[in-house]
């Protein structure tokens, strides 16, 4: 698999993750949307808007990150804005389950995927800090889920 096919997955799993939690998004603990403006442009705006706005008041909320190249409504909504160079995101979502992958405990499945990819040189493709992607506290939630 090469480095676009990499990101072409990466950007097509994380459309079909989103995709199946758009039944509703009330329970959510952790929400991490890559360039997918849910409460501007999916399937009903304003229901997942409710139901983004009902899992922020659980107690379990961890919080919410938007990574994408445009400042919009739902990177507005969330807790984390990570900008980043127009047509990167899939090197950032590869960026992050990199990270997962260095964390004890990632699935053996994550691994491989993953392969050698390096969080920070896809960080820096994508104009991010590398620093912005490490935050313990994102990265630790992510790996459970």
């Known amino acids: 698999m090469n480095a676009q096919d ?3 997955t990466t950007l097509e799993t994380s459309s079909m ?7 509703d998004l009330s329970d959510a603990d ?18 997942a808007t409710r139901q983004f706005a009902a899992a922020k008041k ?3 909320y961890k919080g919410s990150i938007y990574i994408g190249s445009r ?4 990177a507005s ?9 127009p047509g990167t995101s899939g090197a950032l979502a590869m ?11 990632a699935t053996a499945k994550v691994k491989a995927f993953v392969g050698d990819a390096n969080a920070g040189t896809l960080a820096l493709q994508a104009e991010v ?11 630790s939630e992510l790996q459970s889920h």
């Open 6 to 8: 990499a990101i072409r």
């Open 17 to 23: 993750v989103l995709n199946s939690y758009l039944g």
């Open 30 to 47: 952790l929400l991490v949307s890559i360039e997918a403006a849910f409460t501007e442009t999916w399937q009903n705006p304003v229901a």
């Open 58 to 60: 659980h107690e379990d």
């Open 71 to 74: 400042y919009s409504l739902t």
């Open 77 to 85: 909504n969330c807790d984390t804005w990570v900008a980043n160079k």
């Open 95 to 105: 960026a992050l389950l990199a990270l997962v992958a260095e964390k004890k405990g």
């Open 129 to 139: 800090a590398p620093a912005r992607l490490r935050s313990e506290e994102h990265t």
